[in-house]
Nanobody
Framework: QVQLVEAGGGLVQAGGSLRLSCAAS????????MGWFRQAPGKEREGVIC????????YSGDSVDGRFTISNDNAESTVYLRIESLKPEDTGNYFC??????????????????????WGQGTPVTVSS
């Protein structure tokens, strides 16, 4: 069983930036694809961006723009999401998730939440205008 713990959310003014982190337990972090998802109040959860821990390739969802950057640190079993130029519509709960057995594969088009095996509890982000 893999445990994922997100951190870094909070209240931010519009135009600011945040870096969210997601620390994973277990020994096979480098074989996962890691995804970030978000759920705005009253809306369904949507995929934001993913990264393949084995080759570092990334893939972004259609609903996000270049303000979102994902990175990883395999040595620390941690994945990060940096969000620049925050907007009020970025408000929501941000979740990380792990998709196992992806060693040697990228994460192209893998930001559908039903694909993922493990989930964190989420970290809330509130952007004030």
């Amino acid at each position: 069983q893999v445990q994922l713990v997100e951190a870094g959310g909070g209240l931010v003014q519009a135009g600011g930036s945040l870096r969210l982190s997601c620390a994973a337990s277990g020994r096979t972090f480098s074989s996962y694809a890691m995804g970030w998802f978000r759920q705005a109040p009253g809306k369904e959860r949507e995929g934001v961006i993913c990264i393949s821990n084995s080759d570092g390739s990334t893939y972004s969802g259609d609903s996000v723009d270049g303000r979102f950057t994902i990175s990883n640190d395999n040595a620390e079993s941690t994945v990060y999401l940096r969000i620049e130029s925050l907007k009020p519509e970025d408000t929501g709960n941000y979740f990380c998730a792990a998709l196992k057995d992806r060693s040697g594969y990228g994460c192209y088009d893998l930001i559908t939440d039903s694909l993922y095996d493990y989930w964190g509890q989420g970290t809330p982000v509130t952007v004030s205008s």
